[in-house]
């Protein structure tokens, strides 16, 4: 019987070196792959839109050609986070590292994290890297933005917290997330364990967090209200901003003193602009005047006008001024409908061109913006050879932003508009 045992053992033994010997020669192929094709062979041959992006945001891309090359489009999702991110406040970033969906095309630490790690972003010493599987999964893809947008604000939102010096910082923050019992309502300091994935959402919010995962620990609740913050304008199908009516609550309606510290706490720290709160409340009174259907009721415009100006007086370079010339644009342009002349009309163009002119140039802003100047010049002004530079500049548009065009956040297509002679 011993015998027999001994025999059994070592047969399984050896099938199981057989197995870790093959593991490990596949993983050791996929790592010569990585480090030869990948990054020796960019590093040494760099393609154009590599070099432009690399020189543009002074961070260096590390990506697979199939990837970067033959999907150019992720350039353009990558430079509008980047450009409105620095436009805010500059931060260190060396290296971006896009993880491809293939695991025969992961680095050996890549493959260990996809199987031990579900991050699908994740900041280490001046590095983001960015998981390319979410684009494919449907839970990332409810909202209209692009996946990796969120992701990358995420991680900026971190390098921006790792940049602050001044420690009270984290003092500050943390005394805002705690219970009556001065304990701490972060997850990772809980005993016993609580996973934050098992915590509703409205729970978290009543608590002052902006979302679940912002429970984990305070990095991670400083990098989501962060986050939370960037994307207030992003819209639903049905034409709805949860995220902006959410927001609204906390600072202004019903109130939620706990995000509203924080909210001031980022402001003052440069994690999000500092006129972000001035900005949400120009954002609710243009939405009190919008009926659901997006009709823009000109009797309830009055205060919106008045402090919009305001507030593009005050902050000529604010990253919001697109949105806000954009808004006034609609509203001029409405009162123009209202009134049956031209006079508001040509307001309204005047807002619209300011916008283009902004700092910041919103992608679906400008493309909007593109779109109404259009609409306005050929069915309101009835100046068609107008109408078509800007049928020119939507088509531009386009072609710019599926193939990879970095500066399309800094420059549009002002370009052909001022060649044009309609941009002044
Ligand atoms: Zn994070």
Known sequence: MGGLLRKKVKFVLKKTRVAIFA?????EATWLNYYLSNNFFNYSFPSQERLLFERAYGTSLEAWRSDIEQNPHTLTVLSEVLEKEQQEHSFPLE??????????KQSFPQQFNTVIDDAVGTYFKKRISLRLSVCDEKFYLETNDHPLKTILQHEVKHAKTFAITDIKFYARWKALCRNQEKHSLYTDDATPEVNWRDIPFEQSVQLGFVSSYARKNVYEDIAETGEFAENILTSREDGSYPGLELMIEWLYTRKSPVIAGKIALAQEYNIIPK?????????KLYHDAKAHDSYIDTSK?????EQSERFLQKHPNSVYNIYVHNARGGVFAAQGIRDNEKASFRIALEEWNKGLLSPYKDIDEYRDILHNMQGCYRWRMNEPCIASVYTDAIKEFEHRYLTGDVFLAKRGVNDLLYRCDVLR
């Open 301 to 305: 415009v009055t205060s919106f006008l």
């Open 23 to 27: 593991v490990v020669l596949f993983h």
């Open 95 to 104: 290296e971006i590292v896009l993880v491809s969906k293939n695991y025969l």
């Open 275 to 283: 006129e972000f709160s001035e900005f949400v409340w120009v954002q």
